[in-house]
């Protein structure tokens, strides 16, 4: 793969140079708070590679034609109530946090202020992985797919790209003729975004982000807002942290949401995916009444539970997706991205996954079922796990799957204003915004994508958790 980082040296001038531009153009991150000081929380740029990174062109063309059948298939997915009660029964029971999430699903079922319309903002994952029969070919696998609360399409897209052709001007490299894809994801999610606000009816209500009390990615959400008010200046959007809401919303008789007596069109969740982040019965509570409402959600409860590693697992069994898709090309394309998982359910064939993790643990990975990032297991982690809770049900709680060994390629890495060479891999996003209405996905486009890269020698971690970087693609 080309290779542009062990051609150039770097200065600390263009280190410099590279920084100011990320502040100037909105690449930037809070910093973690300092409890101890009641100051300001004090921003700076969020990480990311001086370069772009090589990656298949053909790959990258296989990601982006499967987008829009992910969002058909995990649509009819939430929509099967049998199904999701089946696939999820044992991880229900040794999961207090799905089985929480499902409790409120059934709730939903029959509710007579059921709102139809949805908002799905989905981010697809892969990893380049050799094809076994041509070494020189890399394939995409699908790592997982973010249903919820999958970021960064504010301040680590089209906004990366630029500054990485501003750093190769710099270097005096040309990148007129390197393939730099076109990336749309944040203009194109806004859009989705308020196309749905619209289908609510009412111009005076609003559109609540719904954030976390601590949030160090509020850029990356500004941006989205800011860009929605482009598309068009009559949305309201309103930042409400779940916490502070807990004594301040409620619902009328006609199902309408309220948050501090302002009605609400849409709430739009980059919380509420993490057990820490419901530290009380009342969290839950309000998760249901606002799940009950006729306001619009993104997600609703049903496609967050579809985002649960489980899900993915079974739908990867054979026979499985032919259940929800009747079009053989398109489940041919779905099948083709797909890496290998493995049920660790109490039966004879989770019996054998834990043996296998357990004497070979360099080629996988325990999956629990969570969004976030850095909640993987590897080797003597994964071990030592599965080595406790292997004989039991609590092992119903994760998933398998098989490592994926990615190309290695230099890159420069720019973290906290210094720069350090790093052997890097990468992990590519595709962003999907859709609506639907009832049982049909009615405005399903593929928007844009995110490059992550982090040394090789991190085994887990996204950009927030401080592991990965913001990188963009040449596709060669």
């Not at 990174?53 to 790959?59: D, E, I, L, N, V």
């Not at 850029?219 to 502070?244: C, G, L, S, T």
Request: proline content about 4%.
């Amino acid at each position: 793969m080309q290779n542009i980082a062990t051609d150039v040296c770097v200065t600390k001038h263009m280190v410099n140079d590279a920084v100011d531009f990320s502040h100037a153009t909105g690449i930037v991150m809070l910093n973690k708070p300092d409890e101890s000081s009641g100051d300001r929380q004090k921003s700076s740029h969020a990480p990311f590679t001086m370069y772009p990174s090589s990656f298949s062109k053909s790959a990258f063309s296989q990601t982006q034609s499967v987008q829009d059948d992910i969002h058909s298939l995990f649509h009819k997915v939430s929509r099967d109530v049998v199904f999701l009660e089946e696939v999820l029964r044992s991880t229900i029971a040794v999961d207090s946090f799905v089985k929480n999430l499902f409790e409120i699903y059934k709730a939903t079922l029959g509710n007579e202020f059921a709102q139809k319309v949805e908002i799905g903002i989905y981010r697809s994952d892969y990893m380049l992985q050799k094809s076994p029969g041509e070494p020189a070919v890399f394939l995409p696998k699908q790592i997982e797919i973010n249903t919820m609360a999958a970021s960064f399409f504010g301040i680590g897209t089209n906004k990366v790209k630029r500054l990485q052709q501003y750093n190769l001007r710099n270097a005096g490299i040309s990148f007129d003729n390197l393939n730099m894809p076109e990336n749309g994801a944040l203009g194109g999610i806004a859009r989705v975004m308020v196309e749905g606000w619209k289908k609510y009816g009412n111009p005076e209500a609003l559109f609540v982000f719904m954030i976390n009390k601590s949030e160090t990615n509020i850029y990356d959400q500004r941006a989205i807002e800011y860009a929605m008010y482009e598309y068009d200046p009559a949305v309201k959007v309103r930042r409400k942290v779940f916490d502070n809401c807990i004594s301040t919303t409620r619902t009328d008789q006609d199902g309408k949401l309220f948050i501090d007596d302002e009605e609400v069109a849409v709430v739009y969740f980059r919380t509420c995916y993490m057990p820490d982040q419901f530290p009380t019965n009342k969290h839950w509570e309000v998760r249901k009444l606002i799940e009950l409402s006729s306001a619009i959600k993104s997600p609703s409860i049903a496609h967050q539970l579809v985002g649960s590693k489980k899900i993915q697992q079974v739908l990867a069994k054979p026979g499985v997706l032919e259940k929800f898709i009747k079009d053989e090309d398109a489940v041919k394309r779905l099948r083709g991205t797909f890496a290998d998982l493995y049920s660790l359910d109490m039966n004879a064939a989770g019996d054998a996954a834990v043996k296998l993790a357990i004497e070979k643990p360099e080629g996988f990975v325990l999956k629990p079922q969570r969004e976030g990032g850095g909640n993987n297991l590897y080797d003597s982690e994964m071990v030592e796990q599965l080595t406790e809770i292997g004989g039991d049900e609590r092992r119903c709680a994760y998933i398998l799957m098989e490592k994926i060994i990615p190309p290695v390629q230099k890159n420069y890495i720019i973290y906290d204003h210094a720069c350090s060479m790093a052997n890097t891999v990468s992990e590519l996003g595709i962003f999907g915004a859709f609506l639907t209405n009832g049982d049909e996905v009615t405005d399903s486009h593929t928007v844009g994508h995110l490059l992550r890269s982090k040394s090789d020698k991190h085994k887990d971690g996204g950009v927030a958790a401080g592991v990965a970087v913001l990188d963009s693609p040449i596709l060669i």
